[in-house]
């Protein structure tokens, strides 16, 4: 019992929430390991000779799967007691994709990896939603209304830490292995994470959910009312999802830019792609610190539109050069808005979505990004044929912008009665990691 001492659960914590916290943060690590592999996956595809729009389909595809499932499977959720194994196993499924795309070049001809590739995540986007709609709510009910800054800054710090590390030997290994060999080695090698992640997920242990009162013998039609009524009354969160909304556009519009950008316009070599990236999430370390503590001094509304800003300018300085050191140099800028931006996010939604409902209200606020990320991407890639992907970068800081504006010119209100309150200045307290 002595490991509970390094769990960093708060003051007064029970032994089941020190096992829980502890639980997270080595899970952090099985994950870590695995997404080193995520920057690498376009990259790869592009080495391979995949067309812009194959590459958008790599962030579109979860996004279309996600308009159309997430709802359904915020409701399946929401009827379970307990939704941890549902988490667990549909992140280990979406992990094991990795070695899957590994395998992929030694039983399909060349001339098919890519759409082999593309195959194998399409597949997997139905668990990747599980895993997105259960993130939230399990690190919500994990950390507690007044932990949640404390409990995602420690988690996203040891994952950030984790890829770091990970992504530069991972670059390191691309440069001396040739292709595609390399990516195989990698992609295969970095999957036993989900293995981790797994077993430690699986082991979280949270108290029944209390069942919402069953609605199986009204009509369709007067369910989705139903469901449109709990949601009307709930302003902020129409409130936030609406803003949020736009500025995930702008940063899901220049997703499949970056890789593009890096390979054919800065003609970068996978070791620096492995730099640029590990540069991004070594910073992101300290940018968990320093946003929490930003949090508890000056507020959650400060850190929302000082992070919003600090990442709408950085696709407008990526495109504005071609030199991989002051990409690096940009990246690392960003790495620390980026940190503050996935602490802040999280903790505004989550104080927005009633307790009882928040396998629902969370798959809501999903659907909303997801509707935003099945056009974006596209488009970027279709930007990127039309005015090159130097301008697609920029229309991608333009609309960033635009969301920015939009969490500025709102004013802060107090949440609604029945959500998840907390006052955020005194107490500090993101999502899919």
Do not use: C
Request: no cysteine.
């Amino acid at each position: 019992m002595n490991r509970l001492h390094w769990s960093a659960a708060p003051e007064g914590a029970t032994p089941v929430q020190k096992k829980n916290f502890l639980n997270v943060q080595i899970d952090a690590v099985g994950i870590g390991l695995a997404s080193a592999a995520a920057p690498f996956l376009p990259v790869f595809l592009t080495r391979l000779g995949a067309t812009n729009f194959q590459v958008g389909l790599l962030t579109s595809m979860p996004a279309f799967t996600g308009l159309l499932s997430a709802i359904a499977v915020g409701a399946f959720l929401q009827s379970r007691r307990n939704i941890v194994p549902w988490f667990s196993a549909a992140r280990l499924l979406v992990v094991l994709s990795y070695a899957l795309t590994g395998l992929a070049p030694f039983v399909v001809p060349r001339q098919y990896v890519v759409q082999a590739v593309l195959a194998i995540w399409m597949v997997v986007t139905l668990p990747q939603i599980v895993v997105n709609v259960a993130f939230s709510v399990v690190m919500n009910a994990v950390a507690g209304p007044k932990g949640r800054y404390a409990l995602m800054s420690r988690r996203w710090s040891i994952l950030g830490l984790t890829m770091a590390v990970t992504v530069t030997i991972a670059g390191q290994m691309l440069d001396r292995i040739h292709f595609p060999l390399n990516y195989q080695v990698v992609f295969i090698t970095l999957s036993v994470g989900g293995l981790i992640s797994y077993y430690f997920s699986s082991h979280i242990e949270l108290p029944d959910a209390e069942r919402v009162p069953r609605t199986a013998r009204l009509s369709l039609l007067q369910r989705f009312k139903n469901q449109v009524g709990l949601v009307r009354n709930e302003r902020p969160f129409l409130s936030f999802t609406a803003k949020q909304f736009v500025f995930i556009a702008g940063s899901t519009l220049a997703a499949p830019l970056f890789p593009i950008y890096y390979v054919r316009q800065v003609q970068a070599t996978d070791a620096w792609i492995g730099i640029i990236n590990s540069v991004q999430m070594a910073i992101m370390l300290v940018g968990y610190l320093f946003w929490a503590r930003q949090g508890r001094v000056r507020g959650s509304r400060f850190v929302l539109l000082a992070t919003t800003l600090g990442m709408a300018i950085y696709p407008a300085l990526i495109a504005s050069t071609r030199r991989v050191e002051w990409i690096a140099v940009y990246a690392g800028l960003a790495g620390i808005f980026q940190a503050g931006l996935n602490l802040v996010f999280f903790d505004e939604l989550m104080k927005t979505v009633p307790v009882q409902h928040s396998a629902t209200f969370v798959s809501l606020s999903q659907s909303s990004q997801y509707l935003s990320t099945v056009a974006a991407p596209l488009v970027g890639t279709f930007l990127a044929d039309a005015i090159g992907v130097g301008g697609g970068l920029v229309v991608s800081a333009l609309l960033r912008l635009a969301g920015f504006g939009l969490f500025a010119w709102g004013r802060a209100r107090k949440p609604m009665p029945g959500t998840q309150a907390v006052k955020t200045r005194p107490q500090p307290g993101k999502a899919s990691e």
